[in-house]
């Protein structure tokens, strides 16, 4: 007898794993919550200094990071106790990423059979990597959870395209939520611009979606404007990401080197000097005049770091036989990449569904594996996709063995 999956089953579990997040977070304390640059901006932001670097002393206005997530953190450090403002942190992104599989389950089960939306929650729940990882302050960890109310958003758009009223309503929401998604990871603006304008063929009113886009998004553009003097639409690094790439730790290849001494000493003075908006100019300089010497070999570490990308960056290659690196990553990205390749033979089947998935993780790989990909987070922002095609192919596997057993029954009888 196949299992049917509900709304009850699927919130109970995220319940009861958002409860065991929350106690293991207040039982192994501050020490186990790690945080960049992003933690950085948002105190600053907590305690009036502005969208800025630095400390109180030697603070400075920065556009590293897209907006979204260190006003999230704000957020929480001005709730929070101020004993306990990073632990504060890291509890809510443990329930965030708890109930993402209710989200999970709540969107495909419009789109896919109950027991594929079902096992997809399932697997995504007991995830190790998002298990562990959102006690790391990174945005990773809001992304999701955005990227399924985005998700949700289109749903809407989708499913009262032909109410007027209701139309208007899911346009409005459609595009604040788009300009969240795009300010939390700028990576998902051609995402977000190719979904509206192939919404806009479906009788939908683009132009409501568009203005509440631009509305959200503009005063950060505004504000990077004043102060900065320039059009920085998204966040600073660009050329900075590129450069990131050249280094070693990205591709894992010593012998591949992109930069003479000299170029090499001038970039890491690069690294400690001016802004990160005033830094730009240089790694643009360097980059371009790296990847004009060294054609081939920025090939061959492009084609290395998108393998990196499906795998684990340089810096975990001392931590292959850890019982914690194996349980953690190793034997999720086998699993989940094995299910990815099956997965493919189904694509007729679930074209509305794999084909978005395909094309995501497609599009993410060549943007990290054009730049860097020294952080593990990169895959983390999208592998949770992979959930779905796993659920798809173990669905299809169980239907088929039901099927056998039941033929086999048959010619028994």
């Not at 640059?37 to 897209?66: C, Q, V």
């Not at 604040?176 to 190719?194: E, R």
Request: contains cysteine; hydrophobic residues 50%.
């Amino acid at each position: 007898m196949k299992r049917t999956w509900t709304v009850s089953h699927i919130a109970v579990l995220c319940f009861l794993s958002a409860l065991l997040r929350v106690a293991l977070t207040l039982w192994s304390g501050e020490p186990s919550v790690r945080h960049m640059e992003d933690y950085i901006i948002a105190t600053n932001l907590a305690k009036g200094r502005g969208y800025s670097l630095g400390d109180a002393s030697a603070s400075h206005p920065t556009a590293l990071k897209a907006p979204v997530y260190p006003l999230f953190l704000a957020a929480v450090i001005l709730a929070a106790p101020s004993s306990a403002e990073e632990t504060s942190c890291a509890i809510v992104q443990h329930v965030l990423i708890a109930f993402c599989p209710l989200l999970l389950f709540l969107l495909l089960t419009r789109y896919v059979p109950n027991r594929v939306a079902g096992l997809s929650a399932i697997i995504l729940l007991f995830h190790p990597s998002y298990i562990v990882y959102p006690s790391t302050l990174e945005s990773t960890n809001v992304f999701i959870p955005l990227s399924l109310v985005w998700l949700a958003a289109v749903h809407g758009v989708l499913a009262n395209g032909r109410d007027a009223d209701r139309s208007r309503v899911h346009a409005v929401l459609f595009g604040l939520a788009s300009a969240l998604l795009v300010l939390c990871q700028p990576l998902t603006l051609p995402i977000v611009v190719g979904t509206l304008i192939l919404l806009a063929r479906r009788s939908f009113p683009i132009t409501v979606a568009a203005i509440f886009f631009v509305l959200c998004w503009s005063p950060w553009i505004i504000r990077n404007a004043v102060v900065f003097h320039g059009f920085i639409p998204l966040k600073s690094p660009v050329w900075m990401n590129v450069a990131a790439g050249f280094d070693t730790r990205s591709h894992g290849m010593s012998d591949l080197t992109f930069l003479s001494p000299r170029d090499q000493a001038r970039l890491d003075s690069v690294h400690h000097s001016g802004t990160d908006v005033t830094r730009e100019t240089a790694y643009r300089e360097l980059s371009v005049q790296a990847i004009g010497e060294h054609p081939a070999g920025f090939c061959l570490k492009t084609a290395a770091q998108a393998v990196r990308y499906w795998t684990f960056p340089p810096s975990y290659d001392r931590a292959w036989f850890g019982i914690p690196f194996i349980l953690g990553r190793l034997v999720p990205v086998g699993f989940l990449g094995v299910m990815l390749l099956l997965s493919l033979r189904h694509r007729k089947a679930y074209p509305h569904v794999l084909s978005p998935i395909l094309l995501i993780l497609g599009y993410f790989t060549v943007v990290y594996a054009l730049t860097h990909t020294s952080n593990i987070r990169f895959k983390l922002d999208v592998e949770w996709l992979q959930c779905v095609a796993a659920g798809i192919v173990l669905h299809e596997w169980s239907t088929r063995r039901a099927m056998q057993n039941t033929d086999a029954r048959k010619d028994v009888d």
